[in-house]
């Protein structure tokens, strides 16, 4: 039985909270800490209705690195799950190695005043890590971690070389707002908003944000448009799958998202630049994240789908081979599980898993480490019996 602390209690961490204690022969006492304790305290009465588990709360602002190890010294234990924002990544990481603590994360580590989604800053902590004897397992939530093991499994199992890579991202699901954002709004934004940019023979190309496009048949949603993004997994990729030639990430989007952010952004509501309004300084996006609808808060009404998956092309036995290896989630059925909407699922029940292969030995290794570094096996397994079933279709 082991001990977990989860920093965070979004829509990701009410997820990754309710998994963890329904697996109590691996999370045997679970600590909910976040800024605001009443969150935790929310989610924590929720794991008591649903599993009858009682699992503890604290307090803590994890971009300050006492106050984070004095939590850790104070509950010893073994592994911080941190779904807090990108911001806290590197203070948690800190304080983990003051505290020889392992680590897990879901997105790599952002500074604030620039949106540069580059896994260099976590990477620097490989020495302190492995000199520690410490693990830090980076984006085990769905894209990254998922796609990244799929793309192991694939590697490892389905192709003899694999040649193209395009991981693609479908919300078919509908909450009922004209506008909102399934995960954090500034994060969710940022990424949106940047350029977007994709890997081909050894170079990366950038292009105009949302400049590409194509139509996909996603499985159990249908036809959708989606548009090209860059996306944190294909900097570790391009690492770890041999002779790869190109990879990219395509996100689905409706209509009135689209006409929103156009018109947000135009407006200057995006920014992350300060402003001057009434004599005090404001982060525009950080103004538009207070108005939009809480992430956790869309759940009750989300109906639909989620559909995400790697599109691999390359070649089995001397032949031409082409797989879709996805999952797909029903935005009803996990509210009825652990009342979330499904992207904050799809997040939180990976995090978990992670988690578990770090607590079970399965995945063990001082270091700072991606998930297609390791046996796609064991993770995938439980993965399915975790509530996210995937599925291999021949294309
Ligand atoms: P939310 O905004 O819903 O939740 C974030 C939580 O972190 C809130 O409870 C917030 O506290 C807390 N927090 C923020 N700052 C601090 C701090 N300094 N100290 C302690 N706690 C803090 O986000 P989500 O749950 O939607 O997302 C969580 C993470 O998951 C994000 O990093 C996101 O990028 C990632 N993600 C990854 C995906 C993947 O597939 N890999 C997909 C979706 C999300 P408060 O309540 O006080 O604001």
């Known amino acids: 039985m082991h001990k977990v602390l989860i920093i965070g209690a979004g829509g990701v961490g009410g997820v990754v909270t309710h998994k963890c204690a329904q697996n109590p022969d691996v999370f045997g006492e679970i600590l909910l800490a976040s800024r ?18 009682d699992i503890e709360t604290a307090a803590v602002d994890a971009d300050d690195v006492p106050q984070t190890v004095a939590l850790l010294e104070k509950y010893r234990p073994e592994l911080v799950i941190n779904v807090a924002l990108p911001y806290q990544d590197l203070p948690i990481m800190d304080a983990c190695l003051e505290a020889g603590v392992h680590y897990l994360d879901t997105a790599n580590y952002e500074p604030r005043d ?6 260099k800053w976590q990477w620097a902590y490989r020495e302190r890590f492995e000199k520690a004897g410490l693990m830090a397992l980076l984006g085990s939530g769905f894209d990254p971690g998922v796609t990244n093991v799929f793309c192991a499994h694939a590697r490892d199992n389905l192709f003899d070389s694999i040649e193209t890579i395009d991981i693609l991202d479908c919300n078919g699901g509908d909450h009922g707002h004209p506008f909102a954002t399934n995960f954090n709004p500034e994060i969710n934004i940022r990424e949106i908003t940047q350029k977007g940019k994709y890997w081909e023979r050894g170079e990366w190309k950038e292009i105009e944000a949302m400049s590409q496009s194509m139509d996909f048949d996603f499985p159990e949603v249908g036809v959708r448009k989606a548009f090209l993004l860059y996306h944190e997994e294909l900097e570790s990729l391009v690492q770890h799958v041999p002779g790869l030639q190109r990879i990219r990430f395509w996100m689905t989007f409706g209509e009135s998202y689209l006409k929103h952010l156009e ?25 538009l994240k207070a108005l939009l609808p809480d992430p956790a808060s869309l759940a009750e009404n989300y109906t639909g789908k989620t559909s995400i998956g790697c599109l691999v092309k390359g070649k089995k036995d001397g032949a031409d ?13 996990t509210y009825k599980e652990v009342r979330a909407q499904a992207v904050s699922y799809t ?12 607590l079970t030995g399965a995945w063990k290794k001082p270091g700072v480490w991606h998930m297609e570094q390791f046996d796609s096996a ?6 399915g019996e975790s509530g996210l079933p995937w599925h291999v279709k021949e294309m």
């Open 36 to 53: 605001t304790k009443s969150r935790c305290d929310a989610i924590a009465d929720s794991v008591k209705s649903l599993t009858g588990r």
């Open 114 to 119: 620039e949106a540069k989604f580059e896994y």
């Open 263 to 287: 018109v947000l952004q135009n407006v200057g509501m995006t920014s992350i630049e300060p402003v001057m309004f009434q004599g005090r300084e404001i982060v525009p996006i950080e103004f």
């Open 321 to 333: 081979k082409t797989v879709f290896i996805y999952n797909t989630c029903d935005h009803a059925e």
């Open 347 to 358: 997040t939180g029940v990976p995090a978990s898993v992670g988690a578990e292969m770090m």
């Open 378 to 383: 064991p993770f995938l397994k439980r993965l």
